[in-house]
């Protein structure tokens, strides 16, 4: 039988923050970047403790032709396309087909960026370390194809965070990150959200107010 680790988010992303901080990330030049919804109320207990800025990261799956349940690549932020080459082939999805799949979520990036971030530039993270935060991992796809796609802007160190997640998939983002901070990785997974007491849906408008709210008390990042 499993355990509720973690009374919500806010507590999560708390006990988070004491390991992140144990690892010696405070008062480093330290991005805060959340994944939308969730995981930006566990961002933003992260950066408020580091004084980091706090801002996210937006990655779209790209779906399988006719298998919308899997996954072949990801658009991160509207600019960056991961692709699982070896997928890709073995689903047949045609170069007219990823065209068209990207075009679309880069337009629905570009819709939610503008929600969140309005006219505000994206933060720099080049030469920066970069803690992306999740509220949990499941498969893991997410949080890779954020970090590849930051990879490419050149941070100094590049940091997956979350409270909890599958072993296997968090294992799995060594490969794509400086390091993995996970507080618990239980076998049996089940689903992020059953590790939480509570575990409500975020609305949009609490998650833009966030971090709203967060960069009201912090200068804009250089």
């Known amino acids: 039988m499993k355990t509720v680790i973690f009374k919500n988010r806010r507590e999560a992303g708390r006990q ?23 995981g930006l109320v566990v961002a933003d207990e992260v950066a408020r403790a ?36 070896e997928v890709v082939r073995s689903v ?28 505000r530039p994206a933060p720099e993270v080049a030469e920066k370390t970069v803690i992306v935060v999740d509220d949990g991992i499941a498969t893991g796809y997410t949080l890779r194809a954020s970090l590849e796609s930051l990879r490419l802007r050149h941070p100094d160190r590049l940091v997956a965070a979350a409270p909890v997640g599958a072993r296997d998939a968090a294992e799995m983002l060594d490969a794509f990150a400086d390091e993995v901070v996970c507080l618990r990785k239980p ?36």
């Open 16 to 38: 988070l923050t004491k390991a992140l901080t144990k690892r010696g990330y405070k008062g480093k030049n330290t991005v805060v970047l959340g994944i939308p919804r969730g």
């Open 187 to 222: 076998v049996a997974f089940y689903a992020v959200g059953a590790w939480y007491e509570k575990f409500d849906q975020l609305p949009d408008e609490e998650a833009a107010g966030i971090l709203r709210r967060n960069w009201s008390t912090l200068p804009l990042a250089a």
């Open 92 to 119: 047949g999805a045609s170069q007219d087909y990823l065209n068209r799949a990207i075009a679309y979520q880069k337009e629905e990036i570009g819709r939610r960026i503008r929600f969140y971030r309005g006219d």
């Open 50 to 85: 580091l004084s980091a800025t706090l801002d996210v990261v937006i990655a779209r799956k790209l779906r399988a032709p006719h298998q919308p349940e899997l996954g072949i690549g990801a658009v991160v932020d509207g600019e960056y396309i991961v692709l699982n080459a």
